[in-house]
């Protein structure tokens, strides 16, 4: 009984947010079916444009962002929020994204999440170029998806840019594992594992395989399931 007083009390605090979140992105049509439920802990640095975010389902918090979290994790702390101009986020169906978790969408980037998307809590999702998520995709806590390190690096006596702006895929029912950085570059097929602490910036086409640090590829035709 205490637990779900809790609950409704929490929906109530967060109200405003979502409130203010659906009818800023979202046609009216869509707005008061309420898709989208935020928490009240987010800090937001740009909002970007109206119209900034699709959604393709638009049933009664089907995306969550700020909800949840293992272990009480980003408990005490805010989702960061900056949109940039231009920029443009897509839900493909049901979204859960974890508490403390940085979405990060820059000037003319995008960013798309698959139906039945799921991210543990303290993530970072940083896109200055094009990041997508298929279907099924299983995220743990602490893990980054970085399309840039943010810096210019230029090899001495040359002016051309070593470090180019990559995309990032993900493919239809792959987990990736807690405290996993996946750069620019880094594209995972379907069905397939990363480790924990892997460090991925490159691509593998092949599905069904286990991922580990250092791009090895640890095992293949392998499966999994929550």
């Known amino acids: 009984m205490i637990n779900k007083i809790s609950t409704i009390l929490q929906e109530i605090i967060d109200l405003p947010v979502t409130l203010y979140f659906n009818f800023y992105y979202l046609p009216l049509r869509q707005a008061i079916k309420l898709p989208m439920a935020v928490s009240h802990k987010i800090k937001i640095a740009k909002m970007g444009k109206r119209g900034a975010i699709k959604v393709e389902r638009n049933e009664f918090r089907s995306i969550k962002i700020g909800k949840n ?15 940039g101009s231009n920029a443009n986020i897509e839900f493909k169906g049901i979204a859960n994204i974890g508490k403390a978790t940085k979405i990060i969408c820059g000037n003319q980037a995008s ?4 139906n039945n998307f799921y ?11 094009n990041i997508k998520f298929g279907e099924e995709a299983l995220i743990g806590w602490r893990t980054e998806f970085l399309t840039s390190g943010g810096h210019k690096i230029y090899q001495l006596n040359e002016e051309k840019q070593r470090n180019l702006e990559n995309e990032i895929i993900i493919g239809n029912h792959v987990w990736i594992a ?7 570059g880094g594209t ?3 069905y397939s594992v990363v480790a924990t602490k892997a460090c991925i910036n490159k691509s593998f086409e092949q599905h069904n395989i286990l991922v580990g640090n250092f ?8 499966d999994w399931e929550k």
Request: hydrophobic share 40%; net charge negative; glycine share 12%.
């Open 215 to 222: 791009n090895r590829i640890l095992k293949e035709n392998i």
């Open 69 to 83: 979290g293992s272990f009480n994790l980003g408990e005490n702390e805010k989702v960061y929020w900056n949109i």
């Open 111 to 114: 960013i798309v999440f698959g």
């Open 119 to 129: 991210c543990n809590a303290n993530c970072i999702i940083n896109s200055s170029g």
């Open 178 to 184: 807690s405290n996993v950085t996946i750069l620019g």
């Open 188 to 190: 995972i097929g379907d």
